[in-house]
């Protein structure tokens, strides 16, 4: 079944700790993104990439990195100097044809202890 | 500034009645509009859509409103089931913008509860 998975779905990070959420998608969508969702505040979008090797800055990507060397994988990395990393993290794509909706992944709950 | 608004953060409705859940835009450009629901620690999901050549969409129990007038849209389900009690979010986006750049922008949410 084509889909996206995310792992871990809960992840545990030290403060001052970088850490890598993964995203691997076998649908062949060429759009992905990742998205914040924090109570109240809907989802908010960290970064995108539209292609392999390009990406560009959503509305928060302070304290985030991401990667696209491949078209099914675009990892997202929480540096430490994300000030307020705690969140439940999700990613998703699409094609790049006429369609509008996004698939999601399951999500990936990461709490700083 | 938030351009997708959903102003109630909670709806409670009875089993069997009609839940309506609402959706403000201020972009003008927005001309598609889609509702995903979401169960905790899962991903959204796709429920509806609708562009704005229409003023009405309906799929099963779900049909979608928009007012282009007064930028909002609503979401009607009839009848409500316990199954449905979920995060519900309003998305909208520009066809005017091609692509991969076709982002949807999202509301903050509205956590609906049906009441057996």
């Known amino acids: 079944d084509g889909g996206i998975t995310q792992s871990p779905k809960y992840l545990f990070r030290k403060e001052g700790q970088n850490v890598t959420l993964s995203c691997e998608q076998n649908?062949?969508?060429?759009?992905m993104y990742w998205y914040r969702q924090d109570p109240g505040q809907g989802l908010r979008l960290i970064y995108y990439?539209?292609?392999?090797?390009?990406?560009q800055k959503g509305d928060i990507a302070e304290g985030y990195s991401v990667s696209r060397e491949k078209k099914e994988s675009f990892p997202l990395t929480v540096t430490s100097a994300q000030k307020n990393p705690t969140a439940f993290y999700l990613c998703?794509?699409?094609?790049?044809?006429?369609?509008?909706?996004?698939?999601f992944g399951s999500g990936t709950r990461l709490t700083v202890v | 500034d938030q351009q997708v608004k959903q102003n109630s953060p909670s709806l409670s409705v009875q089993e069997g009645r009609i839940s309506i859940l609402n959706c403000d835009y201020t972009?003008?450009?927005?001309?598609?509009f889609l509702w995903y629901k979401k169960y905790p620690a899962e991903g959204p999901t796709f429920l509806i859509s609708i562009s704005s050549i229409k003023d009405k969409n309906e799929d099963g129990r779900f049909t979608v409103f928009l007012n282009k007038s007064a930028k909002h849209l609503s979401l009607h389900i009839v009848p409500s089931q316990p199954g449905d009690s979920a995060v519900y979010f309003c998305?909208?986006?520009?066809?005017?913008?091609?692509?991969?750049?076709?982002?949807?922008?999202f509301g903050s949410g509205t956590q609906l509860t049906v009441l057996p």
């Open positions: 649908l062949n969508h060429d759009a």
């Open positions: 998703a794509s699409r094609t790049t044809g006429t369609g509008y909706g996004y698939t």
């Open positions: 990439s539209q292609i392999v090797n390009d990406f």
């Open positions: 998305a909208a986006t520009s066809s005017f913008r091609s692509g991969s750049a076709r982002q949807l922008t």
């Open positions: 972009n003008s450009m927005f001309d598609y």
